[in-house]
DNA sequence: AAGAGGCCCTGATAGC
DNA sequence: TGCTATCAGGGCCTCT
């Protein structure tokens, strides 16, 4: 589910409601997500309080006042719901797990706060949650990664380095995060269509005014993404269960055989795999 | 080092 | 109706 722009949702909804607050409980219900969730988690977390909600590429971080961390992955279809106490009763001792709104199945993770609580929920567990005791191992945690599309480090001078003998397509490089964090599936093919680049076209025959283009449109794909709330295209909604309404901006994603909708074109939508991955792109204007 | 391929998991949908 | 096959927004691992 969830790209830069969609965690970007979450965490901003989900730091207007948790920020300053303690932690009162954590429930797990399975905890086999993609990382094992240790026993020790609940007690971890428990009484630490949130002094602010951010983000780094697809990852959701908790930082505690402690200068402590827990780090959230969505996977491919987690979603982080918002259970208000209002709406209960019997707050201290139960699990929301079944409250009205929240999917019946896969609520794995419940975090309790005095006055709400927040639930994961992600039927394929791809997500995971990990508890990190310093900045340090944070910093530590995320050296792999290459930079965020909206950061200045992802620059021309970068990338044309980067490219340098790289025979992949480029296609699977704005996927990669190694070479940028934070762009998945969708936004790829929406970037190349507007860069009018040929997904399949090989990274390193790329021109500077093409490089120029690919960095321009990840950040107007992507902040255009996060105004509009993010895309809905499966089940992703913000944490009080909005969603998002990027998915109606889509030009080719999702759209095979649907005409070109750049001006002039003739051309029709296509649909490929490139590693696996399905990619869409126009034939006619993305050469 | 770079690139190809496979695997983790459940659910929705298409086709027979 | 009910079966099977395929695909889905991610990331990590191994092998060559």
Not at 103 to 127: A, C, M, T, W
Not at 192 to 208: D, E, G, T, V
Not at 258 to 274: A, D, Q, R
């Amino acid at each position: 589910m969830p790209e830069l722009p969609e965690v970007e949702i979450v965490k901003q909804s989900l730091a207007k409601k948790i920020k300053y607050k303690k932690i009162k409980k954590v429930i797990i219900k399975n905890r086999n997500l993609r990382l094992k969730i240790p026993l020790k988690f609940e007690k971890l977390l428990k009484n630490k309080i949130i002094s602010k909600v951010t983000r780094f590429s697809k990852y959701l971080i908790l930082n505690f006042s402690d200068k402590s961390f827990c780090l959230i992955h969505l996977g491919m279809s987690g979603t982080v719901h918002l259970i208000n106490k209002n709406n209960h009763n019997n707050f201290t001792n139960t699990s929301f797990y079944n409250s009205p709104g929240l999917p019946l199945k896969h609520n794995h993770v419940e975090i309790q706060f005095h006055d709400l609580s927040i639930i994961y929920n992600d039927p394929r567990r791809f997500g995971f949650f990990k508890f990190i005791e310093n900045q340090k191992d944070l910093i530590n945690r995320f050296s792999h990664l290459g930079p965020e599309p909206l950061s200045k480090k992802f620059n021309l001078k970068y990338v044309l380095k980067y490219f340098l003998n790289k025979r992949k397509d480029i296609k699977s490089f704005l996927i990669d995060q190694k070479f940028v964090s934070g762009i998945g599936n969708i936004y790829a093919s929406e970037i190349l269509f507007l860069s009018k680049i040929n997904p399949k076209k090989c990274a390193m025959k790329l021109n500077q005014k093409e490089c120029r283009k690919i960095i321009y449109f990840s950040r107007v794909v992507l902040n255009n993404a996060i105004k509009k709330g993010g895309s809905s295209i499966r089940d992703f909604r913000n944490i009080s269960g909005k969603s998002g309404n990027f998915q109606k901006e889509f030009k080719v994603y999702q759209r095979e055989n649907l005409n070109c909708s750049k001006m002039k074109c003739t051309g029709k939508i296509k649909k490929i795999f490139i590693s696996n991955r399905s990619t869409f792109f126009c034939n006619t204007c993305q050469n």
